[in-house]
């Protein structure tokens, strides 16, 4: 069946330093791809989503480009700031096998210090 | 746009008792409601699907009388939690669509506690 992998957290890194969280996935038809984040105490938003392979999604200065030869979707940030600190899901869904049904990775814990 | 609010946030009852939480997309109208369970440093779990009017679709695993799912209006859906026990402590969460589906409007939880 459909699944997300995403890297083990947590990831502690210093501000301003380049992140990668990165996210493989599996699917039998053509996965929307997402990834979600779940500041503490709040609830998950979607952060950025692509539709298709070589689409690439961005918000809040996060990227994300779906790579369908490596069934990836990393997340990267230039230059991350204390207010990223958050867990980041990476999620897919396949309405043509899994009828609108979102699976999400483990998540990954991101702390970073001022 | 596309708010979800749940109710209550956090809730601490009795091993024994029945707890309802509530779901509500609250400036559209979702044609379907997700129910998720988080445990502790893992991922969601999706329990069930339901769409206005219709049965709730349980995933596999989940208890369809333990969780009952009411999603009685497009703005509405409910989740009771019956006789609850300490292993059903965990963060409950609500999502809401609408048109296409893909896009799931994520409530901020509720935390239940079962003593």
């Known amino acids: 069946g459909d699944s997300v992998t995403q890297m083990e957290g947590p990831v502690t890194l210093s501000e301003e330093a380049f992140l990668t969280i990165n996210c493989t996935y599996t699917a039998t038809g053509y996965p929307s791809l997402f990834w979600y984040v779940q500041y503490p105490g709040e609830g998950l938003q979607l952060l950025l989503k692509?539709?298709?392979?070589?689409d690439k999604g961005s918000n809040k200065g996060f990227e994300a480009t779906y790579r369908k030869e490596t069934t990836s979707f990393h997340l990267e940030k230039g230059s991350v700031q204390v207010s990223d600190s958050a867990v980041y899901f990476c999620a897919l869904s396949d309405k043509y096998s899994s009828a609108s049904k979102i699976i999400f990775g483990s998540g990954t814990r991101l702390s970073i210090r001022p | 746009g596309a708010v979800v609010s749940q109710h209550p946030s956090r809730v601490i009852c009795k091993s024994g008792t029945s707890v309802k939480i509530e779901c509500r997309s609250l400036d559209f109208q979702a044609t379907t409601m997700f129910w998720y369970r988080q445990f502790p440093k893992k991922s969601l779990m999706l329990m069930a699907t339901s769409n206005e009017g219709s049965k709730a679709t349980y995933e596999q695993g989940v208890e369809k009388d333990k969780f009952l799912i009411n999603h009685a209006s497009l703005t509405l859906s409910t989740l009771t939690v019956t006789s609850a026990h300490p292993e059903d402590s965990s963060f409950y969460i609500c999502?809401?669509?609408?048109?296409?589906?893909?896009?799931?409007?994520f409530g901020p939880g509720t935390r239940l506690l079962v003593l």
């Open positions: 692509a539709t298709k392979a070589d």
């Open positions: 999502s809401a669509s609408f048109r296409d589906q893909e896009t799931q409007y």
